[in-house]
Nanobody, 115 residues
Framework: QVQLVESGGGLMQPGGSLRLSCAAA????????MGWYRQAPGKQRELVAY???????TYEDSVKGRFTISRDNAKNAVYLQMNSLKFEDTAVYFC?????????WGQGTQVTVSS
């Protein structure tokens, strides 16, 4: 059974930074492309970024140059460094495989950007 636990969210002012972490269990992590997703109030969940088993990365246009996804295969962990936060980054952030495993969503971690 896949288990994904996100952490690191919080309340930040615009321009601030946060680092999200995701601990994964129940998958052969080092072979899996992992992604970060987010769901803003009243909106559908969307892909933010993903990282392949080889370390290649892809970002959604609105976060390019501000967010960095990384992984530590020894720790079965994936991270999202978020810099220059904007109001529109407010959302619950989730990690999952890319493409996602439908029944593996965790509770996510809330990121709120507010002045």
């Amino acid at each position: 059974q896949v288990q994904l636990v996100e952490s690191g969210g919080g309340l930040m002012q615009p321009g601030g930074s946060l680092r999200l972490s995701c601990a994964a269990a129940g998958i052969i992590f080092r072979f899996v492309t992992m992604g970060w997703y987010r769901q803003a109030p009243g909106k559908q969940r969307e892909l933010v970024a993903y990282i392949t088993s080889g370390g290649g990365t892809t970002y959604e246009d609105s976060v390019k140059g501000r967010f960095t996804i990384s992984r530590d295969n020894a720790k079965n962990a994936v991270y999202l460094q978020m810099n220059s936060l904007k109001f529109e980054d407010t959302a619950v952030y989730f990690c999952n495989r890319f493409p996602p495993i439908g029944n593996a969503w965790g509770q996510g971690t809330q990121v709120t950007v507010s002045s």
